[in-house]
C-alpha cells in the first residue's frame, strides 16, 4: 500500500491545541493522533448479522409476560 501525505490547512489554533493535547494523553505524537482519529472516524466496524444481534439479546421472560389484551 502507498503512503499517502495529508495536509490540512487553516486549522483552527484551539483545535490545533485540543489535538496536540490528546496526544499527550495518549503518549503518542501529533502525527500518531492525527492518524488515529482519522482512522477511527473512518474504519467501519465488522457488521453484525441479524442473528448475531438477535442471539445477543437477553432472555427477559417467557411469551406469555408480552402479551397484550385488546379490546
Known amino acids: 500500500m502507498m503512503a499517502t501525505s495529508l495536509?490540512?490547512?487553516n486549522v483552527e489554533p484551539a483545535v490545533a491545541q485540543a489535538l496536540k493535547?490528546?496526544?499527550a494523553r495518549h503518549g503518542r505524537s501529533a502525527e500518531a493522533e492525527?492518524?488515529?482519529i482519522l482512522r477511527?472516524?473512518?474504519?467501519?466496524?465488522v457488521r453484525r448479522t441479524?442473528?448475531?444481534?438477535l442471539a445477543s439479546m437477553?432472555?427477559?421472560?417467557?411469551?406469555?409476560d408480552f402479551n397484550c389484551r385488546q379490546g
Open 58 to 64: 437477553p432472555d427477559v421472560g417467557a411469551d406469555e
Open 7 to 9: 495536509v490540512v490547512r
Open 34 to 36: 492525527h492518524r488515529e
Open 40 to 45: 477511527a472516524a473512518l474504519v467501519r466496524p
Open 21 to 23: 493535547e490528546a496526544a
Open 50 to 53: 441479524f442473528k448475531d444481534v
